[in-house]
């Protein structure tokens, strides 16, 4: 048999499949060369387009630990210098923060507000917007090199409520971390000491909601809601006669609506308001709430920390308001110390549950570790607090 026409049809199949393998590797090495000789511009001009919209709800869904950082307490810190130790003094002076955006000016300028119209700001009625992040047993005060000349009203996924001192008054709503904000009208007029304001998320409008609950002179409650966005309240059907004793405790948003703790102490139950129904309901504590004890939002469920004991602390949780009702989570064996702490926030069900005390020092309790310390924080950064909120720094908008 004659082989030589299956040698040569065998030997140039090869050399083809040599003289492709040798083609693509130039090809491949051309591509490298010209791909690290573009400029910056050329590299970013060969990204598929992706709209504004696009990129932004991409972003606003990365973890929160690719922002400045996960949860943490904001605060609204005050510049003035008087009552203030010298020492702490001389470290808070305006001249001493750089200051890149200012919350009155921003809504000034949305409102196209001639100059004359702006009230006359006197720096020290000014205050810093900072951050307290909590992290391994140690506190870390952050900027976000921001101006207000209110009070925080309500705090909820990233966004705050602050009192709009402008010569209209009313209310802003902010996102610290990307600076976005609305002014909204103030809705009933009421004393600070008697009216309370609650932010949360209705899952079924897919709105943010702010609601705002005021006492009368006759200490009847109302209660009115006003969905972000919009420019006007709602009035509702405010809680029954008698389940209120004062509104000083901030609500709490978890399962789906906002709870109050609803007098100073000897609670039984607390006020609850699913943002949905707008109906309030009275749910039973599993045991009686203190003055020292309180609820707070964990791991999206509803913590519940009571003191039945004087050597023992008993952390509770509620899953949902239609459920099997409070859990028992874990028993914490206290210390002199611990007697008198508040709890403020948790990150997670078996989480550093963090407490404050009476002269505002900071305690992390460890479960795992089954271990009390107190949280690290340089107080020279920390000068007087005007107020706190739990917080988490989020690109969240109401918008979306």
Request: contains cysteine.
């Amino acid at each position: 048999m004659n082989t030589k026409p299956l040698v040569s049809k065998t030997t140039s199949l090869l050399r083809l499949v040599e003289e492709r393998i040798k083609l693509k590797r130039e090809l491949e090495e051309n591509q490298k060369k010209q791909h690290q000789n573009k400029e910056p511009q050329d590299v970013l001009a060969s990204v598929p387009y992706l709209p504004k919209d696009c990129i932004f709800n991409i972003i606003a869904r990365l973890p929160l630990e690719s922002l400045q950082t996960s949860r943490c307490w904001i605060n609204i810190l005050s510049p003035i210098t008087k009552g203030l130790p010298s020492s702490v003094a001389g470290k808070t002076s305006v001249s001493s923060v750089k200051i890149n955006f200012s919350v009155e000016a921003k809504v000034s300028e949305m409102q196209s507000m001639p100059v004359y119209h702006w009230p006359l700001i006197d720096p020290p009625s000014l205050f810093y917007i900072k951050f307290l992040e909590i992290k391994d047993g140690k506190g870390t005060v952050k900027e976000y090199n921001t101006t207000c000349m209110g009070q925080i009203r309500a705090t909820f996924n990233g966004l705050i409520v602050l009192d709009n001192c402008m010569k209209r008054r009313g209310l802003i709503v902010l996102n610290p971390v990307t600076r976005e904000l609305k002014p909204i009208p103030l809705g009933t007029r009421a004393s600070p000491d008697h009216e309370s304001y609650g932010l949360g998320f209705c899952h079924e409008s897919k709105r943010y909601k702010l609601v705002h609950l005021f006492q009368d002179d006759l200490r009847y409650i109302g209660c009115e809601i006003m969905n972000i966005g919009s420019r006007s309240w709602r009035v509702v059907d405010g809680p029954p006669p008698g389940l209120f004793g004062w509104l000083g405790y901030q609500p709490i948003f978890a399962i789906a609506a906002l709870h109050w703790v609803p007098n100073v102490d000897h609670n039984e139950y607390i006020v609850s308001m699913p943002v949905d129904v707008e109906k309030f309901e009275k749910i039973p504590l599993p045991n009686t709430g203190g003055i020292h004890d309180r609820i707070f939002e964990m791991g999206g469920f509803l913590g519940f920390v009571s003191r039945q004991h004087t050597d023992q602390i008993d952390v509770w949780i509620l899953r949902s308001l239609g459920g099997e009702g409070w859990e028992k989570q874990y028993s914490i064996s206290t210390m002199d110390c611990m007697r008198n702490l508040v709890p403020v926030y948790s990150v997670g069900i078996y989480a550093e549950l963090v407490f404050r005390s009476k002269v505002n020092d900071l305690y992390a309790y460890d479960h795992h570790l089954q271990l009390l310390r107190k949280v690290d924080v340089n107080k020279e950064n920390l000068p007087f607090v005007y107020s706190y909120f739990p917080h988490v720094n989020s690109l969240i908008s109401w918008r979306i």
